[in-house]
């Protein structure tokens, strides 16, 4: 079963064709650029908080 069976407007917006699980080349190149240094060893450290939290707050919703 496609990814994109649920929705045809998704599937077919540039941001799902060019975004950075499908892009290639230079396009690729591009948006792992940008979004690399967001996930450096000091970034991922300083998210460990806020991940903390969410996974606190989905374990909380799904006990009840």
Known sequence: RSLCDWSSDVCSSDLYQ?????????????????????FNNNSL???????HDSINNFLQRIKK
């Open 18 to 38: 060019k975004g950075i699980l499908l892009a290639e080349g230079d396009d690729w190149a591009q948006q792992r650029a940008i979004i690399g240094p967001s």
């Open 45 to 51: 450290k300083k998210m460990i908080p806020v991940m």
